[in-house]
């Protein structure tokens, strides 16, 4: 084990930190007195022990550390990781001759990690500890979870649930909810929904953004799997009046998944949404994300550049999370510093800093962007741009020499300007920093399989016909000029659903100099628009009907995604 000085390497968040503010309560001085004779009390010991001291209160801790220990070893050895740098772990500890100090340096050095020790005060080591309970991982906080075993058969034993009910056989709760995930991990759900009616409780799973009815089961099961999924997440099952929020995991064969847990009131009973976690491949590369013509050619220009902001927009649930990952993946190369502020991280990609929003500490996106810039990145993901302090500081952020990626919630691609602009950045700040603005929305994909051709009716195709003349010439991209249409009949290989997973619809333009002057000039939607399509940006209709010619989607979805 070694020891460096710990202030070469890592830029303290107090570094260059905003002062004080004028006037402060006779409380707030006291304790800030307090701290300041605690932490030189611990640097004193510090030097007597032989080991360099840290102050860690308010340092931004990465996700990524805190899953290098598990955190009852950590209480136990009263030390915890709270950086990394290559190969060297920093630790800080209370007491260096802890018996169970080693709980935390096997592990480190078990990965290949070298452990460099520091002196840390207990309130210090407080803080950090209190950030494992922002962790998505289940099995380092978590003792509730479920095992399961996904398959075929699984999907059979949930669809044969009524015919159980009616031969009154016994099946406990336990039993009906590893039947649930086991039928859900199987066929690709992210949620599970448990909707108590009068007579039955429904169950319905959420499959490539669709709900789906499953089956429905006795109304006298639903009290059964409701405790037993609030003695799972946490919850407290005396409260049935009011929502409540829980967590557990399931174990499958090769992973663990994370479980949300929502609680609500209704008329029947309580209902339950529970969203699966890690059960979607994030691990989509650019290529096959679905961009075409002009629009890959402007995402691929626009990733080589330095610096600079690149906007995706739609609402919750059209692959804005999934786009930003194919990007970082693509931009995370050796050399390169790329940290991300995410609520909450729910995916881990594996060389990327990932820091989670804690909005009990006070830790907004706004005051997490300030931090993270303090770490030296070179590429920055926000997970959400909401208020003016975000969006300007991000806009900063691209203006010295950042690539900053990050969403917006508008209608459409055109719309983010004028809206950034109403949250008050300024046209001189936005217009040099924007790069590229991204809308998208996400269709299904036919099931390969069992899709047929057809011929839509004679009004579609005035729809289809009228949307492919739309399409700019500068979009780059070949119209067939024989149309085939294709569906999904339905088969095994997808549940006789049609559909197999999911392809997103984009519209996309570049920030350039004709635009940047319309920004200078504060101009309408409409007018932005009208710019973009000029530059050869297609809508997201005219993407999604040229993706139903190639097969790979139906009319019915496109309609049903780009309605506006």
Not at 357 to 385: W, Y
Request: aromatic share 6%; charged share 25%; glycine share 6%.
């Amino acid at each position: 084990m070694t020891a460096s000085n710990i202030g070469d390497s890592i830029p303290h968040p107090r570094q260059g930190g905003q002062p004080h503010p004028p006037e402060q309560g006779i409380g707030q001085v006291f304790s800030s007195l307090n701290r300041k004779f605690l932490e030189d009390e611990v640097q004193r010991k510090a030097k007597k022990v032989g080991l360099p001291y840290f102050d860690l209160k308010g340092f931004p801790i990465e996700q990524a550390i805190l899953e290098l220990v598990n955190v009852e070893d950590a209480r136990a050895a009263e030390a915890s990781p709270f950086y990394r740098e290559g190969h060297d772990v920093k630790v800080g500890l209370l007491d260096p001759n802890n018996p169970n100090l080693q709980k935390i340096i096997s592990p480190l050095e078990h990965r290949g990690y070298r452990a460099e020790l520091y002196l840390v005060s207990a309130p210090a080591l407080e803080y950090v500890l209190g950030q494992y309970r922002r962790l998505p991982i289940p099995s380092l906080t978590l003792k509730h979870e479920a095992t399961v075993k996904p398959g075929v058969e699984s999907v059979a034993k949930l669809r044969q649930l009524p015919a159980l009910a009616k031969e009154d056989k016994v099946i406990s709760a336990s039993d009906l909810v590893e039947i649930f995930f086991a039928a859900a991990v199987t066929m690709r759900a992210s949620d599970i929904h448990l909707e108590p009616e009068k007579n039955l409780l429904k169950i319905r799973f959420r499959i490539d953004g669709v709900l789906q009815d499953m089956v429905d089961i006795p109304s006298n099961w639903h009290h059964l799997l409701v405790t037993r999924l609030k003695v799972l997440s946490s919850m407290k099952l005396n409260v049935t009046a009011s929502t409540q929020d829980g967590r557990f995991s399931v174990r499958l064969p090769d992973k663990v998944l994370d479980i949300r847990v929502s609680a609500l009131p209704s008329a029947y009973g309580e209902s339950i949404v529970m969203r699966i976690l890690g059960n979607e491949d994030l691990g989509v590369s650019i290529a096959k994300l679905g961009l075409i013509g002009r629009a890959s050619k402007i995402v691929s220009e626009e990733l080589q550049k330095p610096n600079g902001m690149i906007l995706t927009t739609g609402p919750t649930g059209s692959g804005k999370t999934t786009t930003l990952y194919s990007f970082l993946q693509h931009l995370n190369k050796p050399g390169i510093k790329i940290i991300t502020l995410e609520d909450p991280v729910e995916y881990r990609l594996e060389g990327v800093i990932q820091t989670p929003i804690d909005h009990a500490s006070g830790m907004d996106f706004a005051k997490g962007l300030r931090s993270i810039l303090r770490q030296d990145p070179d590429i920055i993901m926000v997970g959400e741009i909401r208020d003016y302090e975000t969006a300007e500081t991000a806009s900063q952020a691209a203006l010295t020499g950042h690539v900053v990626l990050s969403t917006l919630h508008t209608n459409d691609a055109a719309g983010a300007i004028p809206r950034l602009l109403d949250m008050g950045v300024k046209p001189v700040t936005l217009a040099p920093a924007l790069n590229a603005l991204i809308a998208q929305r996400l269709v299904r994909r036919l099931c390969e399989h069992c899709k047929e051709t057809y011929r839509p009716a004679p009004e579609e195709m005035r729809r289809v016909k009228s949307a492919l003349e739309k399409i700019p010439p500068k979009a780059e991209v070949t119209i067939p000029e024989t149309l085939s249409f294709f569906r999904g009949k339905g088969c095994e290989e997808c549940h006789h659903l049609g559909y197999h997973g999911r392809i997103g619809v984009f519209e996309i333009f570049s920030v350039d100099d004709e635009l940047e002057k319309m920004i200078y000039q504060q101009v309408s939607t409409v007018d932005i628009k009208r710019a973009a399509v000029a530059q050869g940006m297609m809508s997201m209709q005219q993407d999604g009907v040229l993706k139903a010619l190639q097969g790979i989607t139906d009319l019915s979805e496109v309609w049903r995604v780009t309605e506006e």
